[in-house]
């Protein structure tokens, strides 16, 4: 039984071994991970701006700033966390903040206004739209809430909704979800090598316990032979 026991500790250890180079590599990966994606950071250069107060900011005001929060937040329903928003590191190198700055592209082209110019009197649906210029607010709309046959609106999709606003939203999104992802890593490495840090202990702890019962077993007998 003894020598059971400690084939079963010496197993144990070495799947322990096992678990924790497991979690080694998998750290190694989310740092080269997380190493590009500052570089990425670094070379885009994107950062938000805090007042002196370090309250976030857009456009000079912070109710800009908070209606911006409340997108995120609110309308999109996503959990920004405090300590990912550092006014003394302002660049946009981690899920919240590449998730902020995306909320921004998106919220400043929700509200925005379309200037549309008729060359000639349109109708549509039975109401005439005569030649002129228009000022068209998008008015919260998003790609595929406009009516693409409308003589307003229609333009108005392609003037908001523009090619570099969508690549910029892409973008950030693939940011945020890259960090997203290298914290999910990081939590895997961790829970690697605790697995293989308590299977080592159970295992040595076996190893410990059988050699113990080996130098008491000897002294038993001889307490027999002069019995």
Known sequence: MTSRLKGLGIVLALIGIVFVAGG?????????GSTALQKFSEA????LTYNEDGQLIDRGETAGADAIMALLTDDWGY???SA??????PLVNTASEYMYQMATVAYHTLHGTQTIVLEEDVEYNGEVFAAGTYEFPVDGRYWADFDREHPLEGPARGQAWTGVA????????VGSATASTLQLGLGVAGLFAGIGAALIIAGGGLVWATRAEEAVAPVLKRAEVVA
């Open 24 to 32: 080694a590599f998998a750290l190694f990966k989310v740092q080269e």
């Open 44 to 47: 885009q250069g994107v950062e």
């Open 79 to 81: 959990a920004v966390q």
């Open 84 to 89: 990912e928003m550092n006014p003394n590191d």
């Open 166 to 173: 969508h690549a910029l939203i892409a973008e950030l999104g």
